[in-house]
């Protein structure tokens, strides 16, 4: 079984643009939830998914935004880029959004804004 | 609001020997899960060891153990005969039902052939 898949690798932007990351789960997980991982703030969560809904949202501003589609495929985007946006983001998949599930997590997006 | 608590930013164990991570937390929730991640260079987060509150009995997983002190609300991590495999940033993380995922500062292991 394919395990989470996480595109691209690495991005590299520039304050003021906007980007879109992606996240495929492993087949059957109807859950995705998204982690940015900085060296100073940690780990933080962005926001949770389950069939096409958001279930649970993070503290960050309104510029940081997502979607489930129907296949249960994630998107994040980041709208008006600010160097401190500059991250490793995590997207992990379970089968139901539930508080003892288990987590399974991608290699990551590493985005570097200039 | 919760918080997780890593005291020891880093940590060093000989192979072959045992480590013990601290992690505290905050709720004043009652059902609840704690778990413990391994993060390796390769970034991947990995589960290693998952707890739920309502159970007194620690968890195992093979070398993995915790010792869970719900009272006291402590949650560490014991490695026993560590490899060298074990290296990584290890994350304590607490979720409750319905609630987002909070994780610790992270201790980073690095074990010593």
């Known amino acids: 079984k394919a395990g989470v898949t996480q595109t691209p690798r690495y991005l590299i932007k520039t304050r003021g643009q906007q980007v879109t990351l992606s996240c495929s789960p492993i087949?059957?997980?109807?859950?995705v939830s998204w982690y940015q991982q900085t060296p100073g703030q940690g780990l933080q969560f962005l926001f949770e998914?389950?069939?096409?809904?958001?279930?649970n949202k993070g503290n960050f501003p309104g510029r940081f935004s997502g979607r489930q589609f129907s296949n249960s495929r994630s998107e994040m985007n980041v709208s008006t880029l600010e160097l401190g946006d500059s991250a490793l983001y995590l997207c992990a998949s379970s089968l139901v959004a539930a508080g003892g599930e288990k987590l399974f997590f991608g290699s990551g997006t590493q985005l570097s804004v200039l | 609001a919760q918080t997780v608590t890593q005291s020891q930013p880093e940590m060093s164990v000989q192979e072959a020997e045992t480590v013990t991570l601290s992690c505290t937390y905050d709720?004043?929730?009652?059902?609840?899960?704690l778990f413990w991640y391994k993060q390796p260079p390769s970034r991947q987060m990995i589960l290693v060891i998952r707890?739920?509150?309502?159970?007194?009995q620690n968890a195992t997983e093979n070398r993995f153990s915790v010792n869970f002190q719900k009272a006291a609300k402590s949650f560490s991590l014991k490695i026993s005969d560590s490899q060298l495999g074990d290296a990584a940033m290890y994350f304590c993380?607490?979720?409750?039902?319905?609630?987002?995922?909070?994780f610790g500062a992270g201790t980073i292991l690095r074990v010593k052939s």
């Open positions: 087949s059957g997980h109807r859950s």
């Open positions: 993380a607490y979720r409750s039902r319905k609630d987002k995922l909070v």
């Open positions: 998914y389950f069939s096409e809904t958001q279930r």
């Open positions: 707890q739920e509150a309502y159970k007194q």
């Open positions: 709720t004043s929730e009652s059902d609840y899960y």
